[in-house]
Every structure is written in C-alpha cells, then in structure tokens.
C-alpha cells in the first residue's frame, strides 16, 4: 500500500458520459499529479495541485477537469466520454511541489469507455 | 514531443546477468531523473534516482548512470531476478513544478 488511494479501481461506461475519478494523497503530502496511462503509452501528465492550488497543466483535455479539495483529495472529472478516453488514470502525491521531487503513485482507476 | 526516450519496447535477459536500460532525453533544463518499475494491476513504485550534479548512484542491485553531456541515463541491475521481471519507467523532474516527464517504458523479463 503506497498511501496514495485512488477510487474506484475499475468503471465501465458509455460514451458522452461524465465520471469522476477520486484520489486521496499519502498524509502529509500537499501536492497531487494526475497521469493518463493508454495502451502500450508511457504516462502522460495531466494536471498538478499544491495545497489546493494548479501548478502545472499538462496536454488535459478541455472536457476534463479537476480540482484540490481543502482537506487535500483531488478529484479529475471526465466528461462527454469518448471511446479514446479508455485508459488507466494515475494519480501521485509528493511532499513538496517543486524540485527533486519522488511522486508516489496509488494503483490506478481503470475507465473502459463502450 | 518526446523529451524523455527509452528506444527499448523490450529486454529479456538470463537470471543472474546484467540487465541494462536506457534512456535518453531531450530538455537540458531537466536536473532530477528516476526510475520507476511497474507490475501489471499497480502503480509505478519508485526505484532510484539521480541528481544532475551526479554521475552515479547505486542502491543495492540497481545502479543508475547518467552522461549530461550525451543527455543519456542507464539503470543497472546486476544479478538480474525474476521477480525484476517488470515495466520500468524512466522519468525527468522539472524543477520548478516538481511534474515528472515519463518515458514510453521498458519490459523487461528476466528468466530463470
């Protein structure tokens, strides 16, 4: 368990749907990165908050979003679902925002788009 | 616009020889770099990093070489074991955010 905990671990929907992918960091931590994992890509960066702020956006597509909660979850919306947006999504959280950073990363949420 | 490039889809190698994975990058500006191993139905788990000020850390098996001037890193593991057997990540810290690049990943399978 990394202490990073993502829900729900698997979702299955159809397309023009809108979901909600939820993430709690590991304690203590204050910053939280969203990653997209698709078939047989690497990780690509989505999106990054530091105690509740955006820090840095990556190539995030305009229907999603997402947010850092006070109490320091992090939630990505996904909306008007298309088939392309079947992937694994990654959430990760470090103590600090900046410099020689180690992300710890939670297991997953798994979106299947029909 | 890769800046961070692991050109091996795949390395299968013996237990108990060296296995060896590279990646090469692209940004100058990057000065934290990381390897991550990943099984299937898990999150990436951190395996070892580099500064840019190094050109050399190891930690155990794993060993991690980097050449700024050929904007090139290496992850060692010597002996190599099945349970090694894993996707491993490399990845690039931006300094200023703290975001890490990721490579497309390396398979490695280590066999008995």
């Known amino acids: 368990d990394s202490g990073v905990t993502q829900t729900p671990k698997h979702l299955i929907t159809a397309t023009g749907q809108r979901v909600t992918l939820r993430c709690s960091p590991r304690?203590?931590?204050?910053?939280v990165y969203w990653y997209q994992q698709s078939l047989d890509q690497g990780l690509q960066f989505l999106i990054q908050y530091y105690n509740g702020e955006e820090r840095a956006k990556g190539n995030i597509l305009e229907r999603f979003s997402a947010q850092q909660f006070p109490d320091l979850h992090s939630e990505l919306n996904l909306s008007s679902l298309e088939l392309g947006d079947s992937a694994l999504y990654f959430c990760a959280s470090s103590r600090s925002g900046t410099g020689a950073n180690v992300l710890t990363f939670g297991a997953g949420s798994r979106l299947t788009v029909l | 616009d890769q800046q961070v490039k692991q050109n091996s889809p795949s390395l299968s190698v013996q237990e108990g020889r060296i296995s060896i994975l590279n990646c090469d990058y692209t940004?100058?500006?990057?000065?934290?770099f990381l390897w991550y191993k990943k099984y299937p139905a898990e999150g990436p788990t951190f395996l070892i990093s580099i500064s840019s000020i190094k050109d050399k850390n190891e930690d155990g098996r794993f060993t991690v070489f980097l050449n700024k001037s050929a904007k090139h890193l290496s992850l060692h593991i010597v002996p190599s074991q099945p349970g090694d057997s894993a996707v491993y990540f490399c990845a690039a810290s931006e300094a200023v955010t703290g975001k890490l690049i990721f490579g497309q990943g390396t398979t490695l399978q280590v066999k008995p």
């Open positions: 940004n100058s500006m990057f000065d934290y």
């Open positions: 304690s203590g931590d204050l910053s």
